[in-house]
């Protein structure tokens, strides 16, 4: 079944997107393989010269780097971020993050609509992480971004579908893909976001502090396929009351 | 005096090129900002430094 991820106008056949953060180089490359991820975030930090070693040099040909704006707390600190990603000469998508609140890493809905607008106009392919609000999802999309990714819970908090009712509004209302990011902490929730109709999942602490990363990569991975396949499918009907026998009634130990 | 990702060093009058050979920073994965405009790479050798410049030396790192 032809069943494509297209952002941006870029074809994806996975939809996990994976985090590199708060793990060692050495274990990417499993990572990629064993999520069978296309696409994997980064993020833009000051140079230094003590590290030889470059995340660059772990990351399998072909993948999708995804630079993130962390450590923006405005749209011209994202922008100023984006530009620098773009000149390290690895593509232009960019997954716009904002935020403001250092306690719970809420992104900024205002500023990052600021910024995906700036942005798109300068031919980025902006991801913007989001508070999964309807009418936010509706001015990213009014400004150019390429799809829309609420948080399902604060990031690494791994605590699930906290906003799954405010998810489940985004992918009914909205056009772009519905990319579920940050909170998701276990492949059951990863499935269970797919199910109701997310586009593809993004996950980073959940593997990060998993006893057995790329183990916790081949499970997202299988999460996230299952759960498209159920969506795909359409899932069976939940009765309001009563039962429906799953066998033919014959009766005959009575009749 | 120059600002190097936050550290002042005495490199002003030098050219980009001339600073970042007394440095090891690997030049195919950094991207420099000075004065918050980025600077091309095929400009290296014609920046020359100013007092009071700020520079940003970046790189990826891993994040999610």
């Known amino acids: 079944m032809d069943d494509k991820l297209i952002i941006g106008g870029h074809e994806f056949n996975s939809r996990f997107i994976l985090g590199s953060g708060k793990y060692s180089l050495n274990l990417i490359e499993a990572a990629v393989r064993d999520a069978g991820a296309e696409i994997i975030t980064l993020a833009v930090r000051r140079a230094n010269t003590k590290e030889k070693e470059n995340i660059l040099d772990f990351i399998p040909e072909g993948v999708t780097l995804l630079p993130n704006t962390s450590g923006a707390r405005n749209a011209e600190e994202a922008v100023r971020i984006a530009r620098l990603a773009r000149e390290l000469g690895c593509g232009n998508f960019v997954k716009v993050e904002i935020m403001r609140d250092a306690k719970y890493l809420l992104p900024d809905n205002a500023e990052t609509i600021r910024a995906t607008e700036i942005l798109a106009g300068e031919g980025f392919v902006v991801m913007p992480y989001m508070y999964p609000d309807l009418n936010a999802a509706r001015d990213l999309v009014n400004a150019g971004a390429a799809t829309i990714m609420p948080l399902a819970a604060p990031i690494g908090s791994n605590k699930g579908l906290a906003t799954k009712e405010f998810i489940q509004i985004l992918i009914d209302e909205i056009d772009l893909p519905i990319i579920v990011d940050a909170g998701i902490g276990k492949p059951s929730q990863a499935c269970e976001a797919m199910e109701m109709g997310a586009a593809a999942i993004m996950a980073n602490t959940a593997l990060a502090t998993a006893g057995n990363l790329p183990l916790m990569a081949a499970a997202f991975r299988q999460a996230v396929e299952a759960g498209r396949k159920a969506y795909l499918s359409g899932l069976g009907r939940v009765l309001a009351r009563g039962s429906s026998a799953s066998d033919p009634l014959t009766g005959f130990l009575r009749d | ?64």
Do not use: C, H, W
Not at chain 2, 1 to 13: H, T
Not at chain 2, 23 to 47: C, G, H, L, Q
């Open chain 2, 1 to 64: 005096m120059v600002k190097v990702n936050g550290e002042l060093l005495p490199v002003d009058g030098k050219t980009l090129s001339e600073y970042l050979e007394t440095t090891s920073f690997d030049i195919r994965r950094i991207v420099i900002e000075r004065n918050e405009e980025i600077v091309s790479k095929s400009a290296y050798n014609d920046v020359i430094l100013q007092d009071g410049d700020i520079v940003e030396v970046v790189s990826f790192v891993g994040g999610g």
